[in-house]
């Protein structure tokens, strides 16, 4: 038994040194553009080739079960954006130099727009509000939903191809703006179909043609199509939240984490139906015209602005409720306080409230954005190197998570005390190792549903390891300044 114990110290204490790798930005790396990962047939009928860019480290140490992979997805209110946006290159080669596999993302795009004339000329925002008139509040849904679809079937492409990228299909990470935020949050949080609005998302009765008015700006411009009159209005079944692309599954894939900055949900899907629950990072200002923080309907704030002098509109119609950050929050403590598996979650909200004047006339204090994007990306990675499940370098035995245990915080900070939650045995003892493999704290527990530890005296990655009999738990755990 010591022999074992001491090979799986030297394999904590190696993973341990390249954890690191999750936080700091240390690899060379290289990107794969345009990779087709599927076609898929769009709102209009038209079939889409889709695309990602994928960038990856070239000279990470070789592991057994390969990199996390981390897929990035842009924003543009489902109707335009595209995976090369600023933005999401940063966001894309700044993880692959942390040591994950990073895909930017291209899904299929377009809503169906109303049949009435419904004008007015705003352009203080850089939206195009006579765009965001739609056929009816589902197609905002249906959208949303053709996303998720897409990343699915794109994880897929990157886990079936193990030879290719090396992909480590236990750990996958999910990322998204605005509308990207959206879909990463569908696709880490909807794991059972009871959470899919089946009414929105299965057959519909046909649209009727959108009017002439969004022809040129809202259809042809953006690639949705060539007229009204060659677009497929027909609202079928759009089936499983998860795709078909690229199936069969050859690798089944766990989504260890979802990355949402100012996106939402439509609906509750915080509650854990599966064995391991994404953490969750979130990222949001309170005077957010776009996606409200709270619940409210997409574009509120934008709305009243265009309601008001000077502009003086009649209201963009068909617009959907929905959960932005702070209600995403509310919805797990709601949940949590009734006994459900929710997500871990990091709320980041600044405190932000200038109104929509001076937003127009100061576009740094937009709310529909970033106040400092390196201070929220390498939060986020801090938080994320949390969840990334245990992984050896070659050779080196895999470890047993035999329980259902949740530490917290995580990250945390120096003077904190770490809350270890969930039952265990009395007289199981508890191992704190740091970035060597050494045991820096050790303890006996008493028993119970509630234990709590200090950890080392210095910031780092450390190791929380469980002993009880043959049955042992490793989780790490991210230590602040």
Known sequence: MRVILTVIVLALGVNQSTAQDYITTKYLIKTDNNVSYGTAIDVAGNVRDLKMDISYPTDAPDKNCGMPVMMIIHGGAFMTGDKADGSLVTLREEFAKRGYITASVNYRLGVLHTDRPVNCNVSSFG??????????????????????????????????????????????????????????????????????????????????????????????????????????????NLGSYRGLLNQPELNNYTIRGVGNFYGGVFNDIVESHSDVTPVLYTYHQPNDLIVPIGYSRVYAGFNACAMGFPFNCQ???????????????????????????????????????????????????????????????????????TAIDTCQLNGLPALNNAWNLTLSPNPIQLDQQLVIQGFITPGAQIDVLDIAGNVVKHETVKGGNKTTVRLGNRPGIYFVRILAGAKMVTKRVVVLQ
Not at 180 to 207: P, R, Y
Not at 360 to 377: E, K, V, W
Request: proline share 3%; glycine share 8%.
């Open 315 to 385: 209201g963009i119609i068909n617009r959907p409720l929905m959960y932005g950050s702070q209600g995403i929050v509310d919805l797990i403590d709601d949940a949590k306080n009734n006994g459900k598996a929710v997500p871990e979650v990091q709320f980041d909200k600044t405190n932000n409230t200038a109104n929509c004047a001076m937003q127009i006339a100061n576009p740094s204090t937009a709310g529909h954005g970033f106040d400092n994007y390196t201070l929220r990306r390498t939060n986020m990675a801090k938080y994320f190197a």
């Open 127 to 236: 939206a195009s509000w006579n765009c965001l008139n739609v056929q009816d509040s589902s197609e905002w849904y249906r959208a949303y939903y053709r996303g998720i679809q897409d990343v699915h079937g794109a994880i897929r492409y990157l886990v079936n191809n193990r030879t290719t990228y090396k992909p480590d299909a236990n750990n996958v990470f999910v990322v998204g703006q605005s509308a990207g935020g959206f879909i990463a949050l569908g696709v880490g949080f909807t794991d059972d179909s009871t959470e899919v609005m089946t009414n929105l998302s299965g057959q519909m009765v046909d649209a009727k043609a959108p009017n002439r008015m969004y022809e040129s700006d809202c259809i042809v411009k953006r690639g949705l199509d060539t007229s009204v009159a060659s677009m497929d209005l027909t609202r079928a």
